[in-house]
């Protein structure tokens, strides 16, 4: 079965740490590898994807670094804030086909002030 | 308004019930999905929907059935339900393959 393994399941930094959340999936033919936030009673929402030609994506104090031989990929949060705490899943993504989403099993952030 | 919106917003049934989660969208997607969220498990895919005569399923579907009754609302039923069915339930929209949007969620308890 295809699966996304994500680490670690919590995660506690203090303010201004760089908390680096890690997934790793099995099946090569996965082409697209979103990153969704979520804050507590709210729905996911889409914070940062990489495709696979690529090793490293900026997005503000959002970076996705992806090593496509070891088949893993992670999140670093640069200069976390207490708003940044949230839980994260990420996801691998065929890009043809049924397009479906296999998620992560999420970590849980916490950003101390 | 919410693009996606989800009814109700929580819910306490028992078991044996039928019971139906409702979504509505807003933003013109043919594609929809339902999921459901446990804790250390993720968001896991119930059933999806590309298109109003397209229904499938996902990769839980057993015990939960759907209707997409227009473009814009896709119906999730537990049609008899069991505690270990107790979980947050979140509807998705998309357009394209590159982005999802979920609704606020529905919290079910089943006693």
């Known amino acids: 079965q295809q699966q996304v393994k994500q680490s670690p399941q919590s995660l506690i930094v203090q303010k201004g740490g760089i908390p680096i959340i890690n997934c790793a999936y099995e099946?090569?033919?996965?082409?697209?590898f979103p990153w969704y936030q979520q804050f507590p009673g709210k729905g996911p929402a889409l914070l940062i994807a990489?495709?696979?030609?690529?090793s490293e994506k900026k997005e503000g104090r959002f970076t996705i670094s992806f090593n496509k031989s070891a088949k893993q990929f992670s999140l670093h949060i640069m200069d976390s804030q207490p708003g940044d705490s949230a839980t994260y899943f990420c996801?691998?993504?065929?890009?043809?086909?049924?397009?479906?989403?296999?998620f992560g099993t999420g970590t849980r952030l916490k950003v101390l002030a | 308004d919410a693009d996606v919106t989800q009814t109700p917003r929580n819910r306490i049934t028992k078991t044996g019930k039928r019971i139906m989660l409702e979504c509505s969208q807003t933003k013109g997607h043919d594609r929809m999905y339902w999921y459901r969220q446990d804790p250390g498990l993720g968001l896991r895919l119930i059933y999806y929907s590309f298109d109003v005569k397209d229904i499938n399923k996902g990769e839980i579907s057993d015990g939960y059935s759907v209707s997409r009754q227009a473009q814009a609302k896709f119906s999730l039923s537990l049609e008899s339900a069991i505690p270990n069915q107790t979980a947050l339930y979140f509807c998705a929209t998309s357009h394209r393959w590159d982005e999802q949007f979920f609704g606020p969620g529905t919290r079910l308890t089943v006693l």
């Open positions: 990489i495709r696979p030609d690529v």
């Open positions: 996801a691998a993504v065929r890009a043809s086909g049924t397009y479906k989403y296999i």
């Open positions: 099946n090569t033919a996965f082409d697209y």
